[in-house]
């Protein structure tokens, strides 16, 4: 079982920063895939970022590559987004996801994480 914790949200101009935190309880956090989706409202959630088990990776959406980074501290049990050159199109429910035995070409799909987060608002103003 994996708990996941996320902080770090907030309101920020167009072109500002954020860092998300998600801090992981449970065993299998080191050999876990650990993603970032976010979720605007009318749409629905998609993928951002992620680190494939131990340390793979990491993936972005398209959009995003450049601007964010995603980091994993395995001996933390924390899975961070340092978001730069934030846009108004960022603006969603930002959520962390978790699971140890999706495969590499599911990444991207929410339905494969077996554990998420409550999720974090950010909103980017323009």
């Known amino acids: 079982q994996v708990q996941l914790v996320e902080s770090g949200g907030g309101l920020v101009e167009a072109g500002g920063s954020l860092r998300l935190s998600c801090a992981a309880s449970?065993?299998?956090?080191?050999?876990?895939?650990m993603a970032w989706f976010r979720q605007a409202p009318g749409k629905e959630r998609e993928f951002v970022a992620a680190i494939f088990r131990s340390n793979g990776g990491p993936y972005y959406k398209e959009s995003v590559k450049g601007r964010f980074t995603i980091s994993k501290d395995n001996a933390k049990n924390t899975v961070s987004l340092q978001m730069n050159s934030l846009k108004p199109d960022d603006t969603g429910v930002y959520y962390c996801a978790a699971d140890s035995r999706l495969i590499l070409s599911s990444i991207s799909d929410a339905r494969q994480y077996d554990y998420w987060g409550q999720g974090t608002q950010v909103t980017v103003s323009s």
């Open positions: 449970g065993q299998s956090f080191s050999r876990s895939t």
